[in-house]
């Protein structure tokens, strides 16, 4: 395994205690980071938490990143409990299932827009002053190349990450001169239990638009976070890093 340099630096992975999030929380640990997992689901932190506590100083919060009171909570709540915070990656994301745009259901509409856009909004503002604060930071958030390429079925994932894209580019023009990244990766298909959310054919759709011809793996999401994390990767803001198996193309 390629050795990335985090000694010394505290992150927050949302949605940190399952798929691409867990395994992003691995490697950061493995680089040397102290890690806090923010995720939703109770029993699923404790899970992460136990198997995780030998590989390093490891954190959990239980956050609700459609409730920004939960979030400022927790950033203030980890911040005590690790001392400072330089890295926030925005993994957390649902996909609110399938259907064509005039038959979706405007609550699976909301409750995508609340946790896929809201959420990471709703952490770089109770993050970055903390960021601020220490002249130093990294973010990453995870779009999708459905937020570049607009997925059929999908209007409401889609937009959400658009805007993730666009989130990624507006504020990492405001942090330029502070010393601050703010990237975003995006992926297309990454092998999680997340497909489940999905239907059949819409899975078949998406592995028949990657050049691979294979879903990305959870390591392969993780290792290009870490080094997006990382204090070499010092010239980057603002920038979207795909991460496809050549589906995209520009």
Not at 62 to 91: C, E, F, P, R, Y
Request: glycine share 10%; proline share 2%.
């Amino acid at each position: 395994m390629n050795q990335i340099d985090l000694n010394g630096r505290v992150a927050i992975v949302t949605g940190g205690a399952r798929g691409i999030g867990r395994a992003i929380a691995e490697r950061l640990l493995a680089s040397g980071a102290k890690v806090s997992l923010w995720d939703v689901n109770a029993e699923a932190l404790e899970n992460a938490s136990r198997d995780l506590a030998n590989a390093g100083t490891v954190h959990a919060a239980q956050v609700d990143l459609a409730d920004l009171a939960s979030v400022q909570s927790a950033a203030a709540v980890t911040a005590a409990a690790l001392g400072k915070l330089d890295i926030l990656v925005n993994n957390a994301g649902i996909t609110g299932g399938n259907a064509k745009t005039w038959e979706l259901n405007p609550e699976d509409w909301r409750r995508v827009m609340e946790v896929n856009l809201n959420g990471p909004f709703y952490c770089c503002h109770a993050v970055v002053p903390h960021l601020l604060q220490n002249g130093y930071g990294r973010i990453v958030n995870i779009a999708s190349i459905a937020g570049k390429e607009g997925n059929p079925n999908a209007a409401h994932y889609s937009v959400s990450k658009a805007g993730v894209i666009a989130l990624t580019k507006s504020l990492g023009k405001e942090l330029a001169t502070s010393n601050i990244t703010v990237n975003a990766v995006a992926p297309a298909v990454i092998a999680t239990e997340m497909l489940g959310q999905m239907t059949q054919a819409h899975i078949d759709y998406m592995l028949s638009k990657i050049p691979m011809g294979r879903f990305g793996k959870k390591e392969e999401a993780a290792f290009l976070v870490a080094w997006l994390c990382s204090e070499e990767c010092a010239f980057s803001t603002g920038a979207v890093f795909d991460l496809s198996g050549g589906r995209a193309t520009y």
